[in-house]
């Protein structure tokens, strides 16, 4: 075969929607895609929540000041007196940053090697071990940015023990998403 009829084989290949490698690579770039549109929703929510007075938290954010008074019944019931309960949002919050952030960067890690080499030009197949490790990294900065964002917020206030919640939470939903992520990889 000459080089012009392999090159009109990869051509035609490339172009047969039929092809699994082809339709492999579309998935993953839709799953590429879809990870990082679930990333930006939860900092749009998490901005839009620390941008919310702690009144218009617990009357003015629909489902989510539903919530936030049950959280505080319940507190209150099991405790025997009134309970802060806005720590659960920043880790409920944070918790599925974290996850959303492993899963949308293990599209671009490599599955190993140093620090300095992580980024590649395009998704890969491997699960990275360093996936969690950076999105907890990300989703800590983005909780110093949140904490920083609450000092212009009325009622609110920027709070260190909020920001180690957030990175807690954080480092624990990539965690949870990376064993997941493996376990499903094992069983194929």
Not at 32 to 44: E, F, G, K, P
């Amino acid at each position: 075969m000459t080089n012009e009829n392999a090159s009109q084989n990869v051509a035609n290949n490339a172009s047969n929607p039929e092809n699994p490698q082809v339709t492999g690579n579309s998935q993953r770039k839709t799953t590429c895609i879809i990870s990082w549109i679930a990333v930006i929703a939860m900092l749009v929510l998490i901005f839009f929540m620390s941008s919310r007075t702690g009144n218009q938290i617990d009357t003015g954010t629909g489902i989510f000041s539903v919530v936030k008074q049950w959280l505080a019944t319940q507190a209150a019931a099991l405790f025997g007196h009134e309970v802060d309960v806005s720590p659960v949002g920043h880790f409920c919050e944070y918790l599925v940053l974290g996850a959303a952030l492993c899963n949308a960067a293990r599209f671009h890690l490599k599955p190993q090697g140093p620090a300095g080499a992580l980024l590649v030009a395009k998704p890969i197949d491997a699960l990275s071990k360093w996936a969690p490790v950076v999105a907890a990294a990300l989703s800590s900065v983005y909780g110093v940015t949140d904490e920083f964002h609450q000092i212009f917020t009325p009622g609110r206030s920027c709070d260190p023990m909020d920001w180690l919640v957030d990175t807690i939470a954080a480092a624990l939903g990539a965690l949870i998403c990376y064993l997941v992520l493996k376990a499903l990889r094992a069983r194929r």
